[in-house]
């Protein structure tokens, strides 16, 4: 025995690579959020459900195109079952609004339960940048849910048509030029308030079940304050949170709607305005909650 101090060398080794910073752990984040909310390396049902979805929301523009095909003069806008792109857009978001709900939870919840946002802390990443990378994730996602099958419908018409390609998607780029612009609204509209709930509660399920509530029962409480009958009761109408993209949507391609804030003479800018701020201050919650948690 001697009172002698020993070093051991246990092959620790620093690290002399290229230390990537704040960019390189948010794109770190991004890319974990996009595993998450894939379901990818981890077990097969959960990825059975955004697969699926997604096969949903590809589902119509692929029908579309194979009609296009088949019938040779086929209208979009007139002969499909679907109806036109408007519709398609609606149908698309509703799966979009799903899916946002579901994936949220996903992206947050654990992450704060666990105590991981401690190792996330502890790396050059803030609690703007977590919340930036997690939003990236998801809305990255939901986007795609909207522009892939715009895009397919979009070659497809433009390879099937009459005329030569680059004519026909040269013609056919201002409606998709819409859908896009229309695109971007649903994601604003469904997909960042989604995480609202998510910042707040503690299990993934009731997060998700709050979301899809609050969404889905918008409509028929907005419209049973604006028949209540009191003086300003039409503005009861701007609480139908479910409606408000497909107002813009169609305010973009020049068509009316009957939807509640139209009917209670909303101009279509005034439901852009409220979408904008439902993601707005679901941001700003979002990092007051996060600053504090990290």
Do not use: C
């Not at 080794?13 to 752990?25: N, S």
């Not at 409606?243 to 005034?270: A, K, M």
């Amino acid at each position: 025995m001697t009172d002698r101090g020993a070093v051991f060398d246990l092959g620790y080794k620093p690290h002399d690579g290229e230390r990537l910073g704040t960019p390189g752990a948010f794109r770190a984040t991004v890319k974990d959020g996009l595993r998450r909310v894939l379901g990818l390396r981890r077990k097969a049902r959960k990825k059975i459900l955004p697969f699926f979805l997604l096969g949903v929301a590809l589902l119509p523009a692929v029908v579309f195109v194979g009609l296009a095909f088949f019938l040779g003069e086929f209208s979009p806008d007139v002969e499909s079952p679907f109806g036109g792109y408007e519709q398609y857009l609606g149908l698309a978001g509703t799966v979009l609004l799903i899916f946002s709900g579901l994936a949220a939870p996903e992206l947050l919840v654990p992450d704060r339960v666990e105590g991981v946002l401690s190792v996330y802390s502890s790396r050059p990443l803030r609690a703007r940048d977590y919340i930036g990378a997690r939003a990236t994730a998801l809305l990255g996602v939901v986007a795609a849910f909207l522009v892939i099958p715009n895009l397919l419908m979009w070659i497809g018409f433009a390879a099937l048509g009459e005329g030569a390609f680059p004519t026909e998607a040269i013609d056919g780029f201002g409606d998709f030029a819409r859908s896009l612009a229309a695109s971007v609204v649903y994601v604003l509209g469904y997909g960042v308030p989604a995480m609202l709930p998510a910042i707040y509660t503690k299990r993934t399920a009731p997060a998700s079940g709050a979301y899809l509530a609050i969404m889905f029962f918008s409509v028929p409480i907005a419209s049973a304050l604006v028949e209540s009958g009191f003086s300003a009761s039409r503005w009861g109408a701007l609480l139908a949170l479910l409606q408000h993209p497909h107002v813009v949507r169609d305010w973009i391609f020049g068509s009316f709607n009957s939807d509640l804030p139209t009917v209670s003479q909303f101009e279509p800018w005034v439901s852009l305005a409220v979408i904008l701020v439902v993601a707005g201050l679901t941001v700003i919650l979002g990092m007051r909650r996060y600053r504090r948690e990290m």
